[in-house]
């Protein structure tokens, strides 16, 4: 499942479909708000943050 919509750099119009897609989706814009929470979570949750914290720490005990 896709968790966004990617437009043109200062493509106004673009922006503004894509928006007006969202919006006339409501089933769709829960979707895709699923979808993001779901990947923040996968690469930014507190479990994965205390990972990679402890990877650091592991790294600078043994010297890497």
């Known amino acids: 499942a896709t ?3 990617l437009v043109p750099v200062g493509d ?4 503004a479909a894509a928006l007006a897609e ?3 989706d409501p089933a769709g814009a829960a979707a ?3 979808a993001g929470q779901a990947r923040v979570r996968a690469t930014l949750g507190s ?3 205390v990972d ?3 990877a650091v720490y592991r790294g600078m005990l043994s010297g890497s």
Not at 12 to 15: D, I, R, S, T, V
């Open 3 to 5: 968790s966004g919509r």
């Open 12 to 15: 106004a119009e673009a922006l």
């Open 22 to 24: 969202v919006l006339a």
């Open 32 to 34: 895709l708000g699923r």
């Open 47 to 49: 479990a994965v943050l």
């Open 52 to 54: 990679r914290v402890e």
